[in-house]
């Protein structure tokens, strides 16, 4: 079986009023348990960063890790998580943000990057980009540079790209 993008959006299992009621969840779970899209979807994303010398993939809590961490192997470059307040035993850098239905908290340990990396910074999905805004400061306060920005899944009717900061190259291999 040859895979194609048409497979990778239909195995995406869509999710009505969740977390609450209006939200359609897209899970991405249905995608990577098929082991010919998983090996598709790797191969996809990797092929697009390959030349670029990314050092460090930054991966955010909790699905972002599931790629982000496989990318990172395949481009032989280090991983970083960013995770949920409380959950990173060392120092850290804390970055707030709006959600589509509330709001949180990101951090990452202060000692996770350094100036020279070029990073790619990896989450599941983009929906109104609040989430991968504050990822991309605390990324800066490490006076990285290099930054580019993935997600597996782009919900486009929300328009969260565009909420991201220009200079920072985005590419999502589906889009909704």
Same mark, same amino acid.
């Given at each position: 079986?040859?895979?194609?993008?048409?497979?990778?959006?239909?195995?995406?299992? %869509?999710?009505?009023? +969740?977390?609450?009621?209006?939200?359609?969840?897209?899970?991405?779970?249905?995608?990577?348990?098929?082991?010919?899209?998983?090996?598709?979807?790797?191969?996809?994303?990797?092929?697009?960063?390959?030349?670029?010398?990314?050092?460090?993939?930054?991966?955010?809590?909790?699905?972002? +890790?599931?790629?982000?961490?496989? *990318?990172?192997?395949?481009?032989?470059?280090?991983?970083?998580?960013?995770?949920?307040?409380?959950?990173?035993?060392?120092?850290? +850098?804390?970055?707030?943000?709006?959600?589509?239905?509330?709001?949180?908290? *990101?951090?990452?340990?202060?000692?996770?990057?350094?100036?020279?990396?070029?990073?790619?910074?990896?989450?599941?999905?983009?929906?109104?980009?609040?989430?991968?805004?504050?990822?991309?400061? *605390?990324?800066?306060?490490?006076?990285?540079?290099?930054?580019?920005? %993935?997600?597996?899944?782009?919900?486009? +009717?929300?328009?969260?790209?565009?909420?991201?900061?220009?200079?920072?190259?985005?590419?999502?291999?589906?889009?909704?």
């Amino acid at each position: 079986m040859t895979v194609t993008i048409a497979d990778v959006k239909n195995s995406v299992r %869509n999710i009505p009023d +969740f977390p609450k009621e209006g939200i359609q969840f897209k899970d991405v779970s249905t995608a990577f348990k098929e082991k010919k899209i998983f090996k598709f979807i790797v191969s996809e994303i990797k092929s697009h960063y390959e030349d670029l010398g990314i050092t460090k993939v930054v991966g955010i809590e909790s699905r972002g +890790f599931i790629l982000g961490s496989t *990318l990172a192997g395949e481009l032989h470059a280090g991983f970083v998580p960013v995770r949920k307040p409380g959950k990173l035993p060392a120092e850290t +850098f804390a970055q707030s943000y709006d959600l589509e239905y509330g709001s949180d908290s *990101l951090e990452i340990h202060t000692d996770s990057l350094d100036k020279e990396d070029v990073v790619l910074i990896h989450d599941d999905l983009l929906a109104t980009g609040g989430t991968i805004n504050a990822a991309v400061n *605390l990324v800066r306060k490490f006076g990285v540079t290099k930054i580019y920005v %993935n997600f597996f899944v782009e919900l486009d +009717f929300l328009k969260g790209r565009e909420r991201i900061d220009k200079n920072v190259p985005v590419w999502s291999l589906i889009h909704y």
